[in-house]
């Protein structure tokens, strides 16, 4: 549910979207937990893009390190119905990338577009990826207008992450997406052939009709204000299994906030104008 800048593997992944709104200016909220393992004995990194109008910085990363299970919760909660820091501006400075640790990861978000290789000049030695030309075309030739964060790793043994949870103001306001392009093996993804998926993922909103069948989530870590202005306390969801088209999981919010998981698309979401 990831792409990778050399070999690696991705368990256990757990992917949670979802909309919020702050007065007249909505947000999307995206929660990513997965163990990581390297297999290429170099450093790596695992390549997460955002529908983001705004630079993306540390500010858009919520702290879950006292929360660690408010992902696996939200699974909890709604797969077995489907068995078959406060909300202020927090748009980054543009003329410059911010790095910083996350958990296992050192995380560089960047404008696709923008010079890689300068974005990643900062980064320790022991956790700088090499990335190919490319795996840089492309970024550039399908996500123009995205943002992209680089989440760098490096170890030979999986480690289990604490949940990454990212929010954001979309260009595309209407359409959430979940970011699943899939690609392990250090090359490209590739959009003509299909992949195996094993995904759940949850959808959550503050804007569902009355009439959506949601379930309540019960949160089981104590959750700070900051964390309680973005979380959902209704959920709905599902489970993807086998071959499938690659690409991101994408669903209208109006499909959302009526409770219809079974809208959710494959595909990416053109916003470049």
Known sequence: MCVSSSPADFVGTKLYAGEITQGSSPIHVIGYQNTAQDLSGAPNCMMIPFQSSEPMTE???LDTSYCPHIITDMVDAVMPVRATRGMKSFGGDSKGVQIFDHDIYTVVPFPV?????DALRSVRNERRP?????MIEFWERHYP???????CFNNAEAKAANPMLWRYRPQN????VAPAIDAHDGNPPDLMHQVELDHKLVLGSDRFEPTADQVPVRYRDTLTDELRRVLPFGVIGREFYGRRPNGDFLINVSELRAGNPDAVQRGILSIAS
């Open 59 to 61: 500010a858009n990363v």
């Open 173 to 176: 306001p209407d359409v959430l």
């Open 130 to 134: 090499r990335i190919s030309e490319a």
């Open 145 to 151: 207008g995205y943002h992209l964060a680089l989440c």
């Open 113 to 117: 577009g923008a010079n890689i290789f």
